[in-house]
Every structure is written in structure tokens, then in C-alpha cells.
């Protein structure tokens, strides 16, 4: 290919469901930006680590708790080896680092190359191995591993005859050492850098931006670390977020509100923002697209087209949706619990879908058990899911507590936690659930792109107005329902009291005695596939980020 116009660093990227390179909606992000420009041929590259840890397949017991099996995967069934070996210096040793590749092949065949660095090479003594090991390793294995990706990934491109590259995008405080190893080939001249990246930051917490001691960053880095480091990431840290602003000429946020949340956690930087979006061609069920296909043609190539779909013949989207729950329903039914009883087609299905994990509020819907029983009785079915960590107890006792709320339930409202959650069952939650719940604490939800993924397939949104919610509603008020829209802090007690309000009075009764507008509903949601979608971001970063 002919030299790219940009090179996309993330630590993290989706290729494949079962490839493990990712671990979230980071990756997922990474992977549907690149896609977007395949589909918009882009020249673009991206780079990312590939890792050769044990991989788990997460089992939910009748009592919640939960067993991880291991499961095997080979890169050669999915990547291809590259021959290019070159070395970089990690607490003064010499690291040898491979490379293989994986092509996203957009609409008209233009390929983007994905280039995934290895350290897992015989020739590497264990410890240097492991370095790629395992995604978000801990300790000093983190910082090597953005070293790698950093001074690795630039090195190896070189190597592979990408050169003078016009913008280097840093996607997430992770890949901040590339500006470093940038700096070696332009005689440390900081502006000459700041010239060439972009960065974004998804993490609107403190915790979430990684910091590493000196001692440990010298002692790793060694001589990679220029003389004015502390200028650059902090007197008392080295703080990656700090170096990617410091030497990057814009830097943005993942949505309007995550801009605020950015600009009071680094107050002396400047932040623009472009909304986070999803690559409609892969998360639109075939049954819908048929029927987009049929009324909305071209949408495929401009998904912008989406804003008609109230063109959408009712009766068409509706019998897609249905078959889209079907088959979910069928799912479902496949991995329910003893004694559960089975889900069907004609119940009003909410899906909640996220990792459990605090901020999420994952338990925010049983709140109040009984009042929610007395509510759903007979016309609600939940289903929820996320991964835990196997070293992470308290995200396993919320998916306990979760199986322990459905059985108490059961004779009243069918709840299904589905096991081992991956984008291969996420396609059949948000083309075949009725309503998307979504009930973070904010504004902990930097952008969010499940419920994005939801609405293009007509599935209504019911969330707290956090994160890209807040923009999607305001289009479109119609495709969904905001929680506490009023509040301005976290209160469980009338977070839930509003939930279980627009449940009980609105959202039941429109799902089962006004089905006209219901699908009229649907149809706002789909709208907003015409704004929120990765081929949108791509373009914005064009305008704003890609162009020097």
C-alpha cells in the first residue's frame, strides 16, 4: 500500500470476536474506526500488541458463582506471520519483537493492515516473553508493554517502510511512548512531534490514567527517557495522559459531556471532542439490512441516509425485528438456568449488557424487587450479561447477586444472566431486545457505544442521561426514554423510583397496547444511525485531526 496518512495506535483492538485483542469498548472502538476506513479508503495502518496468555470462557452455576474455563487459541488461524524481527532495549536488554499481521477488507475491497507486535519469540529469555502475555498486565509488565507498543511500534513500522507518516493517533494514554520514540528521530525537538500527533482519551477518571514512579519508568525506559522527561509527564509521575497532550498538536474527548469531565481532570489543556460512533455495516443484523437495503438504498456507503427511516415500511421492520428475537429468544432459551422458565417472543425483553463493575450500577434494576415483580409480572423478561474478571471478587458477586434476584423471581419475571459475553452474542442482544438498559453513575460513562449499537437495529434506548445518551436523546427524543432526566448527581433510590415510573406507566403499556407507535418509536432510533456511527468519526478526525 502506498504510504499511510495515519497510523492508529491503540493497546487494545477488536478484529475478530474470538481474536483476543481486546477486552472492551475500547477495542471494539479501535476496530470500527479502522473498518470505517477501509469502507472510506483511508490509507491508514494500525498497531496494536497481540497477546499469547490463557483466555477464559466464563460459566455461570445455578448458586451465581462462577467457574473460567481456559480456552486455547493459535494465531496462525486468524493472522499472518510476518518475517520482520527488530529489537528494542527494556531494563537494559536487548527485546526481540515480531510481527503479524490481520487485513480489514472494506465495501470495495480496500484493505487496511493491522500490525499486532510479539514478544512471545523463542528466542526471548521467559520473562520478555510474557511481556505480551496478557492484555492490561499489572506492574512492571504495563509499562513495558507501552514501551513495546511505543518505541516497538514505531520502530516496526519503519522497518516495514512506513515512513514520515503525517499523523500518528494515540488512542488512549497507553500509546503516549510513541511520542518519545518519535522525538529519537526528530533530534528531540518537541514541536516537530507535537506536529505529528493527535490523541484521544476515553477515561474520565483519575484512576483510569496510568502513572508510573521514575524509578520504575528509568529503570525500564532507561535511555529512552529524554532529559526533559518531568517537564513533559510531571514532576512526581511519569503520567502517560499528560506526555500524549503535552506532545500532541489536539487532543479530544469521546463525547460532549466526556469533554467537561476532561477539561476539569487536566485543566491547564484544551480539549475538542468527537462523539464516539459504531461501524453500522457490522452491528446491523442481515434481517434489518434487507429491509434498509429495500427502502433506504445506498445506506450501506453513507449511513447518514439512516435520518429517512421513517421510509421504513412498518410492517417489514417490524417482521425483522421479530425474526432478530427469535432467534435471541432461541439463544436465550438455549442457556437458562434449572427451573427457569423459558423465555418467549410475545414478552416485552429488556437487555442490560455491560461489564459488572461499580460504576455500571449493574444491580440498579432489582433496587426494589418487589416493586419491580409487581410491575413486570407476566410482561417482562430481562436479560443481562458481562464478563468478570477471574481475579475480580467483587465483579463475581454482582452477577451472584444478580442470579440470586432471579431466583427469587422467577414465578413472576424471567431473568436470564448469559454467560461468556463476546460481540458474537452482543449482535444478538442489540438486534433482537425490545429496550437497552443502560444506568451508569455519572458521568463515569465517557461516551458508551452499546446503546448506538441498539438503536440502528431499532431497539429503544432507556438510560441515564450520561455520556453519548445525552446527545442521542436530544436528536431524537423519541427513539428511547432518559431516567431522572432532572438529576444532576447519583441517587439510587430516585434513580430506580424514575426507572420503575417510565417502566410501569410508559414503556409497558406503549410495548403492548400501542404497537403503531412503538414501531414509530423504533424508527426514531434508527435515526440516529445516521449520526452516530464510526464513518461520521473517521471523517471528523479527518477534518480536525488527520489533516496537518
Given amino acids: 500500500m502506498t504510504n499511510p496518512t495515519v497510523a492508529y495506535f491503540s493497546l487494545e483492538m477488536m478484529l475478530e470476536s474470538d481474536i483476543p485483542t481486546y477486552a472492551g469498548g475500547l477495542g471494539v472502538l479501535a476496530g470500527d474506526i479502522l473498518r470505517s476506513c477501509a469502507d472510506l479508503q483511508i490509507p491508514a495502518v494500525g498497531v496494536s500488541l497481540v497477546y499469547s496468555g490463557d483466555t477464559f470462557y466464563q460459566s455461570v452455576t445455578p448458586d451465581g458463582s462462577q467457574t473460567f474455563l481456559k480456552q486455547d487459541w493459535q494465531k496462525l488461524d486468524q493472522l499472518t506471520k510476518l518475517p520482520d524481527i527488530i529489537e528494542i532495549t527494556l531494563a537494559d536488554t536487548q527485546v526481540k519483537v515480531g510481527c503479524w499481521r490481520y487485513d480489514i477488507v472494506g465495501l470495495t475491497g480496500f484493505v487496511v493492515p493491522v500490525y499486532l507486535l510479539d514478544t512471545n519469540l523463542t528466542s526471548n529469555p521467559g520473562w520478555i516473553r510474557d511481556i505480551t502475555k496478557n492484555l492490561y498486565a499489572t506492574g512492571d509488565y504495563r509499562l513495558m508493554q507501552e514501551i513495546l507498543i511505543g518505541f516497538g511500534g514505531i520502530k516496526m513500522l519503519s522497518a516495514l517502510g512506513f515512513i514520515s507518516i503525517p499523523t500518528y493517533h494515540l488512542n488512549e494514554g ?39 514512579p521514575y524509578d520504575t519508568a ?90 429517512n427511516s421513517y421510509q421504513l415500511k412498518t410492517n417489514d421492520l417490524w417482521q425483522a425485528h421479530t425474526e432478530c428475537k427469535r432467534k435471541l429468544v432461541s439463544y436465550v432459551n438455549h442457556h437458562l438456568l434449572p427451573d427457569h422458565p423459558e423465555f418467549n417472543e410475545n414478552t416485552l425483553t429488556i437487555s442490560l449488557a455491560r461489564r459488572p463493575v ?137 434513580d430506580a423510583n424514575s426507572l420503575y415510573t417510565i417502566l410501569e406507566s410508559e414503556i409497558i403499556p406503549a410495548y403492548y397496547n400501542r404497537r403503531d407507535d412503538w414501531i414509530r418509536r423504533m424508527q426514531a432510533a434508527i435515526t440516529l444511525g445516521a449520526h452516530f456511527n464510526s464513518h461520521r468519526v473517521v471523517q471528523e478526525y479527518q477534518a480536525k485531526a488527520w489533516t496537518p
Fill in 174 to 212: 497507553h500509546t503516549a511512548l510513541v511520542t518519545l520514540a518519535l522525538l529519537t528521530e526528530n533530534n528531540y525537538q518537541d514541536a516537530a512531534v507535537k506536529k505529528r500527533c493527535v490523541f484521544t482519551t476515553h477515561t474520565p477518571i483519575p484512576e483510569g490514567h496510568d502513572k508510573f
Fill in 358 to 494: 461499580a460504576y455500571k450500577r449493574p444491580l440498579l434494576l432489582y433496587h426494589d424487587l418487589e416493586r419491580l415483580s409487581r410491575i413486570g409480572q407476566g410482561r417482562l423478561q430481562i436479560i443481562q450479561c458481562g464478563k468478570s474478571h477471574p481475579d475480580d471478587d467483587v465483579s463475581q458477586s454482582f452477577v451472584r447477586q444478580i442470579i440470586e434476584a432471579s431466583n427469587a423471581v422467577k414465578d413472576k419475571i424471567k431473568i436470564c444472566y448469559l454467560e461468556n459475553y463476546s460481540p458474537k452474542i452482543a449482535r444478538t442482544l442489540v438486534s433482537g431486545s425490545d429496550v437497552w438498559l443502560n444506568t451508569p453513575t455519572k458521568p463515569l460513562e465517557a461516551s458508551g457505544t452499546s446503546g448506538m449499537k441498539a438503536a440502528i437495529n431499532g431497539v429503544l434506548n432507556f438510560s441515564i442521561l450520561d455520556g453519548w445518551w445525552i446527545e442521542g436523546f436530544a436528536r431524537n427524543p423519541q427513539s428511547g426514554w432518559a431516567i431522572n432526566p432532572a438529576a444532576t448527581d447519583n441517587n439510587d433510590d430516585a
Fill in 218 to 307: 528509568y529503570r525500564l525506559a532507561g535511555n529512552y527517557l529524554p532529559w526533559h522527561i518531568k517537564k513533559l509527564t510531571g514532576e512526581t509521575d511519569l503520567s502517560l495522559s499528560h506526555l500524549a497532550l503535552n506532545l500532541s498538536r489536539k487532543s479530544f474527548a469521546v463525547s460532549r459531556k466526556h469533554r467537561e469531565t476532561s477539561k476539569k481532570l487536566f485543566p491547564a489543556f484544551d480539549f475538542d471532542y468527537i462523539t464516539n460512533g459504531i461501524h453500522h455495516r457490522s452491528w446491523t443484523h442481515n434481517h434489518l439490512q434487507d429491509v434498509y437495503n429495500q427502502y433506504l438504498p445506498g445506506w450501506l456507503e453513507n449511513p447518514s441516509l439512516l435520518a
